[in-house]
């Protein structure tokens, strides 16, 4: 066995394939060598990239690198905190590579992406080996080859099931150095006034109806595949909200709610908030602002926000076509492939959408391939707990499956008592759901 610090275990008698070194397949890999399993972790970079990476290294955070909130009384806190519990490499790793972020957890994309590919090179179980591959494989595998799985492997999966698409953005990042810091303060939201862990660029009245107008106007890049697959919903693109109408951006992404201006003492109009990309914050991720402009349109629209005036972009946003499995009708109970179960499916491509929840699903795919190897069937995680509901999610029909973010309306909470605040109910709940893990683990104690 390999511990959560990694020390090596005994020569492993049993071997998986796991293809896709992103955030499921590096869990994956983690979970089932540390259960004494061999593992040959295949990733086609670098011999290949998708558009969506920049970096040969496993573990790329490919549109962002926040994980979300914390707390306890959000469905993906909730989420992480049961990752720790069940000893996931992972977020065990964001925790060291974490930069200040308020109330959410937010990492040094590349420390972090370092220190997985190393945790797992470091491994005696596990072999890494660099390919592109085009066919399902005959031995037992574990395919976690994330929503941009294309060629050979995407035919392959959609004659065994229905695959299905949607259209996903990515956010520019842009330098400190062409920041105007006289423009820009320092602050969280809720949080003292001129302390905090983002900057936030104000917009009074009049620059956010122009910021709007702009965007409403601006080139948009075409979609040139599958033009019909909608966008996530949860990650829309900017100017698509801006379509909606012209307040939506200043109820969401550039809301000012719990932030004030230390220069004015007021509350600004919107706030467009920069969020550090690494330790040193060389770099910023424009929360929220997925898109599609052209590069063009970009710089042009997005240095009429004030601070930005004289911005340089490091990573300009995009979008492409995200694929999936119809999960609810092409998976078992065990996310294998109900035509094939030789095949388990693992992170975005099985329909779950987020880093977190891409972390978990590779947990689940690993512990349920370890107890099928063992000759017994691993009772999925109870209904209660934020686990149990991503794969709840996964196993439900509908009729027109899309991908999700954890969301409490997944999970099996106790009743809400009378005059309970939604988030002491929450936590409550939250509670409730680690010890449901608890007793599920120690009802299969022979897997942790």
């Known amino acids: 066995m390999i511990s959560p610090s990694g020390s090596p275990g005994p020569t492993p008698s049993k071997t998986v394939v796991v293809i896709g070194g992103g955030l499921a397949g590096a869990e994956a890999a983690w979970q089932l060598a540390s259960r004494g399993i061999g593992v040959r972790l295949v990733d086609m970079k670098p011999e290949r990239r998708t558009l969506a990476h920049s970096v040969d290294t496993l573990a790329e955070l490919v549109c962002s690198n926040s994980l979300r909130a914390t707390g306890l009384s959000s469905a993906v806190g909730l989420l992480k905190a049961e990752l720790e519990a069940t000893h996931s490499l992972l977020l065990r790793i964001a925790g060291e590579t974490a930069v ?214 490091e990573r300009f946003g995009q979008v492409h076509r995200n694929t999936f499995v119809d999960a609810p009708q092409t998976l078992d109970e065990q996310l294998r492939l109900r035509g094939n179960p030789q095949i388990t499916i693992a992170g975005q491509l099985a329909g779950v959408e987020g880093y977190v929840e891409s972390i978990a699903c590779g947990l689940l795919a690993a512990l349920f391939v370890a107890a099928e190897l063992e000759g017994r069937t691993l009772d999925p995680p109870p209904a209660t707990t934020a686990l149990g509901g991503l794969w709840g999610y996964l196993r439900r029909p509908q009729a027109k499956f899309q991908p999700s973010n954890v969301v409490w309306s997944m999970i099996d909470t106790p009743r809400r008592q009378r005059r309970q605040s939604k988030r002491d109910h929450r936590t409550r709940a939250a509670q409730h759901a680690l010890n449901a893990l608890g007793e599920w683990m120690e009802t299969h104690r022979r897997l942790f």
């Open 100 to 313: 200040p972020a308020g109330r959410a957890l937010a990492v040094d994309r590349r420390m972090f992406a370092e220190q997985v590919q190393g945790a797992l090179l470091d491994c005696d179980s596990i072999t890494l080996e660099q390919g592109y591959v085009e066919r399902l494989p005959e031995q037992r595998a574990i395919i976690a080859t994330g929503p941009l799985t294309d060629n050979g492997l995407a035919q392959a999966l959609g004659e065994g099931g229905a695959l299905l698409h949607y259209h996903d953005a990515i956010a520019p990042l842009v330098s400190a150095e062409g920041l105007d810091r006289e423009q820009v303060f320092v602050a969280s939201r809720y949080e003292t006034p001129g302390t905090g862990d983002y900057l936030n660029c104000p917009m009074d009245q009049p620059t956010y109806f122009q910021f709007v107008e702009a965007l409403n106007g601006a080139e948009k890049t075409p979609l040139r595949d599958f033009e019909h697959a909608p966008f996530f919903e949860g990650c829309l693109p900017v100017e698509e909200l801006a379509a909606r109408g012209s307040l939506t951006l200043a109820h969401g992404p550039l809301k000012p709610v719990g932030l004030i201006d230390p220069r004015t003492g007021e509350r600004p109009f919107a706030v467009v908030q920069l969020r550090a990309e690494d330790r040193q914050q060389s770099a910023f991720n424009l929360v929220g602002f997925q898109t599609r402009l052209t590069r063009g349109e970009q710089q042009r629209v997005f240095r009429m926000i004030p601070g930005l005036e004289k911005a340089r972009f």
